[in-house]
């Protein structure tokens, strides 16, 4: 971000560009500590962002408006891809724990009860 802000800049200045950068950490796969290397200026922030704090504060109308979006657009914007579906009793065996509870990336499990 800092980079694209501060090429119109006319002067240098030690304090970068006079932009403002805000980023949402989302969520935690990786739960080593998050590493700023200091190359983006001084106008900038950085915050987390939950989904169930940010309902609450919402509001009911915009709930309902999220929630129909996400029904209309669930096989398209928020589809979801599987590596693997398990069935409840798989999903005990300590070769589905390993998968489940890796933490990476693309890498979903989905537990179906309805698999025999």
Do not use: C
């Not at 403002?20 to 950490?25: A, N, P, R, W």
Request: net charge positive; aromatic share 12%.
């Amino acid at each position: 971000m800092e980079a694209v802000a501060s090429r119109g800049l006319t002067e240098y200045s030690r304090y970068g560009s006079s932009v403002f950068k805000q980023v949402y950490i989302y969520g935690g796969l990786d739960p080593a500590p998050t590493e700023l290397v200091r190359n983006f200026g001084f106008g900038w922030s950085v915050g987390g962002w939950l989904l169930f704090p940010f309902l609450q504060k919402a509001g009911a109308a915009t709930v309902a408006r999220l929630r129909e979006r996400v029904a209309a657009e669930l096989k398209t914007t928020f589809a979801s891809h599987y590596t693997r579906t398990v069935s409840l009793a798989e999903a005990l065996t300590p070769e589905a724990v390993a998968l489940y509870t890796k933490r990476a990336t693309g890498e979903k499990v989905l537990i179906d009860p309805s698999r025999g």
